[in-house]
């Protein structure tokens, strides 16, 4: 969800902006709506006066019919229709309105004088695209289709709502379209971070996008062209280094005394040692792609670290769930278990070490002194606790390096005089 937090919002507006407009347009139609009935349904007065004209005049049915045709009014006498009409419109409005004079009212048989004081009631009536007047007294009723008034015309409203709606659809769309090549430059950026360093971010336009995109380009140029520099040069010095350390250790062997080639010996053993942990760090920190990242059995991998230790078997014991599978560089991990197996036996009290599986973090377990320092003094380069022990303060340094790689932590506890490291 984090991962397109931007795209749920934009999204999310989309939606909320297309509920307001509608119901925006849904009450200004009904408020229109309304609007147009209330205006036509004053005629009703027009076909009042009418009557009250037809009353005062004593005039035919034939005028009254006449008179009602000047406003498109038009009675209507069939029995039939005017049953279809009262039992199927659809009402508008009703009000009720009190006549003091005599009017003529329709019946089923003819034209009646309704009595002073008569209260009336008006049903403004829909059939399909006709509108009636009806008009209901307690004695009798009329029923009158006004010719000229249509229904409410509700299409200028849809138009409206529609061309908006489109209008807001192509807008975020338009919007979705500039966001796609941020999606894209995103994508790109993640395989740049998982190790693939010739991946390009160059991208056409000048919009703020692509001058992103175009700057990072620019950046990861450089950052390849730091990289290979710094791997040129470590990789030529250390390999300037173990020349003169293998001459170094020939010449040794020529010198007079046993106590001075041992002195000498061990000075090479240990110059070697560190070109060999150089160049297991600059592995370690230049490894970004993770093709040669495989499954293997955990079991495996422990034995492997102990044939690099080049240790007794029984210096280690193991106590780890042979069909557990990590997926890891195999060459590194190894490397990781051997440095902490050394490490475990060096400084343990007998030369000892335990390694157990729990809840899948890996144990190393030995029995010793607590460490004086938090664990992160011991993970910087070049530390070292014991300045009278063959070390460099590389060890915990390479370990953590290669548990980063592969996305695991380094942690540290101390119970009951057992130091346990452990692979979180």
Request: no cysteine; charged share 25%.
């Amino acid at each position: 969800m984090r991962q397109h937090a931007v795209l749920i919002t934009i999204f999310f507006t989309l939606v909320v902006t297309l509920l307001s407009v509608s119901m925006v347009f849904w009450e200004f139609y009904k408020l229109d709506k309304q609007q147009y009935i209330d205006h036509i349904f004053a005629k009703y007065s027009v076909i009042t006066q009418i009557y009250r004209e037809h009353r005062q005049k004593d005039t035919s049915e034939i005028m009254l019919e006449a008179n009602l045709a000047v406003y498109d009014f038009r009675m209507e006498k069939d029995e039939e229709i005017q049953k279809i009409v009262i039992s199927n419109a659809k009402v508008l409005k009703r009000d009720g309105f009190e006549i003091i004079d005599n009017v003529p009212i329709l019946n089923k048989q003819s034209f009646l004088n309704v009595e002073k004081s008569d209260k009336l009631k008006v049903t403004m009536l829909q059939v399909h695209k006709s509108i009636y007047f009806y008009i209901q007294s307690p004695k009798a009723f009329i029923l009158i289709e006004d010719e000229g008034l249509k229904p409410h015309n509700y299409w200028k409203i849809v138009s409206s709502y529609m061309t908006m709606i489109t209008i807001i659809i192509v807008l975020y769309f338009l919007i979705f379209q500039r966001l796609k090549p941020l999606i894209l430059l995103r994508r790109k950026i993640a395989l740049f971070g998982n190790g693939d360093l010739n991946i390009s971010f160059q991208t056409k336009g000048s919009d703020e996008i692509a001058l992103v995109a175009n700057e990072l380009e620019s950046a990861r140029i450089k950052i390849n062209t730091i990289l290979e520099s710094r791997t040129l040069f470590l990789r030529n010095i250390m390999h300037e280094l173990k020349t003169p350390i293998a001459k170094g250790t020939i010449a040794t062997q020529m010198l007079p005394t046993q106590k001075q080639r041992d002195r000498f010996t061990s000075i090479f053993g240990r110059l070697e040692s560190l070109v060999t942990e150089f160049a297991l760090i600059e592995e370690v920190t230049s490894v970004g792609d993770k093709a040669e990242y495989k499954e293997y059995r955990l079991v495996d991998i422990i034995d492997g670290a102990i044939d690099m230790a080049m240790i007794e078997r029984e210096s280690v014991t193991i106590n780890v769930n042979a069909s557990f599978k990590i997926n890891a560089n195999f060459k590194l991990y190894a490397t990781a278990i051997k440095n902490m197996i050394d490490n475990g036996i060096k400084y343990s009290t007998d030369a000892h070490i335990t390694i157990v599986l729990k809840e899948n973090e890996l144990y190393f377990k030995s029995v010793g002194e607590r460490l004086k320092y938090p664990l992160e003094y011991y993970i910087e380069p070049f530390t070292k606790d014991n300045p009278a022990k063959n070390s460099f303060g590389l060890g915990l340094y390479l370990v953590d390096s290669i548990l980063k790689a592969h996305d695991k932590v380094l942690a540290y506890e101390y119970k009951d005089g057992v130091n346990s490291f452990i692979f979180a």
